[in-house]
Every structure is written in structure tokens, then in C-alpha cells.
């Protein structure tokens, strides 16, 4: 009889997402899915509407042996478990806990990944008032139920961990990963007196630190030296931002894209390095930003802020320059990197780190290590 392995999500998943936080679970699911062939595992998925996982839930209780089932592992939503549905009623409160108690009872781990914490943070958390309350309360309880139940708990970065409060010792990082199929190595130039790419693909709020990699570009093009910054972003949020990016766009280095997929896939080809801009804060310090990720699966080297957990990362592995958040800063990483024997270094060491530490099929099989202990 071969062994199972439960993978829970509780919200619908939708293929041909764009947002890192919704591609995530469809990528471990499908590494799940490829390591089940590979081992001689079986995995069952439950995912959807609550209605729809009450009736999948109902078929395991009523046919798979438990015995069989090595673990279940669950990624949370950015809402509470119980409001997942697109009108957020609650239509079975106490689904999740009594699957909570059969795995208890039957001794199947339960591996968590916690996805953000954002409701904590004044800043981050758009609602206000009693709504806030009510709602930081039900965030809450939803904390205390997977603490309770988790044999271990996945965090983005174990910064996190410093505002959950969670056993340390049942607490481990999960950071995004590369697709092993995005393995394309960006052409190399050997002179910097060729034009140098750059790309910039994600959000261009306040928090991303747009003005101040703006301004860093303009100063290391006004050294003499060309380099070019493609900036990805969508529609909406550059018609927000256009203030900012209007003195800019008479500059011949600054190039705007609203690309997807293919479209994308061409500029990061030609990028020589990315770069993250990202605002140094409490919140940011724990992020780990999924393009950092995507950056590393097309094997481009990265001039990154030093925000803790996205900095850990680029030191630790050698995957590019830490500045600080501040142009002048990011322009020095910028110059620093034109420097073609250390954009060779990096180069590498970001081709090594792909092939070793981040593929999605690292990340599920950090998950199963953790959950099967023998």
C-alpha cells in the first residue's frame, strides 16, 4: 500500500497567477506531486471552497486508513481559515480543528507554513478601528489553533518568528524558490564599456523603494557609464506613481514594461543583474521577496537593500551586493557591480545556489525531511 501525503490548503487555488503568494502553493504542490512519482507516494490535495473541503475531508475520514498517511502539510491564507470563501462567511467554524484533532489523535504530523503577519503591524494592515480589532482577534485565534496542532511550523524567514512568539525549536525558514525549468543563463558581457542591464520587476509603492532606485540609476548614468533600467511593474501602480517616474521619462536608460510571463521572460534574459529596493522596517526585515527568487532562477546576480532576511540570503550564499536603502548607497552596489570579474563571481555563485539550496524541489524535500523523522 503506498504511503500518502496530504497537502491542505484552505482557499481555492487559481492557476495563472502573477502574485508570488498565490503562485507558491501551486509550486509546492507540483513539487509534491513530482517527488510523489519519483518516491512511490500518493498525494491527496484538498483545496477549495469550504463546502468542497468539507466533502473531501469526509471522504478521508470515511476511506483512507490513517496509517497510511505519513503527514499533512497545510499552507495558511493572508485570511483566516475560517473567512477563505469569496463572500467570507464562516460556514463551518470547527472544520479545520476537528481535521486538526483526527491527525492528533492518529499521529500525523502537521507541517504549517504561516504566510505573513501583517495584521500585527499598524502600517501594513489596511483596516481600521473596531474592524481592526475584531479582525487582529480572530488573526489571533487562528495563531493559537496552528500553534496548538503544528508538529512544526514553516515560516518565510525566521525573523518572523520574533513577532509570532511560536517554539523556536518547532520553527524553521521556508523561503520562496526557482522553477528548475527558468535555468537561463543571462549573456555575459566581459567589457563594462557595453551597456549594462538592469531589471526591476514587482511592486512600485512606497515600500518598494522606487524613488530611491530611481535616483540611483540616474546618478551611476551620470558617471559616464550607461546602464539601463528596465522596470517591470503593472499598469495601475505606475498611473499611481507617475509623479515620481515623470521626470525620469525623458531619460534614455529608464525603460517601462507592463509584461507577463513570455513577455517577462525575454526582459530577464537580457538583464545582467536586479535589483531589490525594498525599505528597511520592521515589517520588510522578515520579508523575503519572491523576486529575489526569480532573479536567482534566471541566474542574474543581485544589488539588494539591507532588509535582514534578504540580506542573510544574498551574504550568506554570495548572490550579489547589500547596500544600504538609500540612493547614494544603491548606486555604489550598482557601480560596484560593473566590475565584471565580481559580476562573474556572483554569477556563479548564484548558479551554484540554484542548483543546490533553491528549487522548489529543495523546498518539499525540507518539508518532508522535517515531518519524517525516521
Not at 517601462?256 to 513577455?263: D, K, L, M
Request: charged share 25%.
Amino acid at each position: 500500500m503506498k504511503k500518502k501525503v496530504i497537502i491542505y490548503y484552505p482557499f481555492t487555488l487559481i492557476k495563472n497567477q502573477t502574485s508570488g503568494s498565490k503562485v507558491r502553493p501551486l509550486k509546492i504542490l507540483n513539487a509534491f506531486k513530482n517527488m510523489a512519482e519519483e518516491c512511490g507516494l500518493e498525494i491527496i490535495e484538498i483545496s477549495g471552497t469550504i463546502t468542497e473541503r468539507k466533502k473531501q475531508l469526509k471522504l478521508i475520514y470515511s476511506f483512507e486508513n490513517p496509517n497510511n498517511i505519513l503527514f499533512c502539510y497545510m499552507e495558511n491564507s493572508t485570511l483566516p481559515i475560517w473567512l477563505t470563501d469569496r463572500d467570507h462567511v464562516p460556514r463551518a467554524p470547527f472544520m479545520e480543528l476537528n481535521f486538526f484533532r483526527y491527525l492528533n489523535h492518529n499521529s500525523i504530523p502537521l507541517g504549517v507554513f504561516y504566510r505573513d503577519a501583517y495584521w500585527k503591524f499598524d502600517n501594513e494592515y489596511v483596516f481600521k478601528g473596531i474592524k481592526r480589532s475584531i479582525m487582529r482577534l480572530i488573526y489571533s485565534v487562528e495563531l493559537k489553533l496552528l500553534s496548538k496542532y503544528a508538529s512544526h511550523v514553516f515560516l518565510p524567514s525566521k525573523q518572523m518568528n520574533n513577532y509570532l512568539n511560536l517554539n523556536n525549536n518547532l520553527v524553521s525558514s521556508l523561503p520562496p524558490a526557482a522553477e528548475k525549468s527558468a535555468e537561463k543563463s543571462s549573456t555575459y558581457k566581459d567589457s563594462v564599456t557595453e551597456t549594462t542591464n538592469l531589471v526591476y520587476v514587482g511592486g512600485i509603492n512606497d515600500r518598494y523603494g522606487l524613488k530611491e532606485m530611481l535616483e540611483a540609476v540616474d546618478i551611476v548614468n551620470n558617471t559616464k557609464v550607461e546602464v539601463y533600467l528596465h522596470l517591470v511593474c503593472r499598469r495601475h501602480e505606475y498611473l499611481q506613481q507617475i509623479k515620481l517616474i515623470q521626470k525620469y521619462l525623458n531619460k534614455e536608460w529608464l525603460k517601462i514594461y507592463h509584461a507577463f510571463e513570455n513577455e517577462l521572460e525575454e526582459i530577464y534574459i537580457k538583464a545582467d543583474f536586479g535589483i531589490i529596493g525594498l525599505k528597511k522596517n520592521i515589517y520588510n526585515d522578515f520579508a523575503v521577496p519572491v523576486k529575489l527568487f526569480e532573479y536567482i532562477s534566471y541566474c542574474l546576480p543581485v544589488v539588494a537593500t539591507s532588509c535582514n532576511a534578504q540580506a542573510e540570503i544574498i551574504r550568506n550564499e554570495q548572490l550579489g551586493i547589500v547596500t544600504e536603502d538609500n540612493s547614494d548607497s544603491l548606486a555604489e552596489g550598482i557601480l560596484e557591480m560593473l566590475d565584471p570579474d565580481k559580476r562573474k563571481e556572483y554569477k556563479k555563485n548564484v548558479e551554484d545556489a540554484l542548483l543546490k539550496h533553491h528549487l522548489w524541489e529543495h523546498r518539499v524535500e525540507q518539508i518532508y525531511s522535517t515531518l519524517v523523522k525516521d
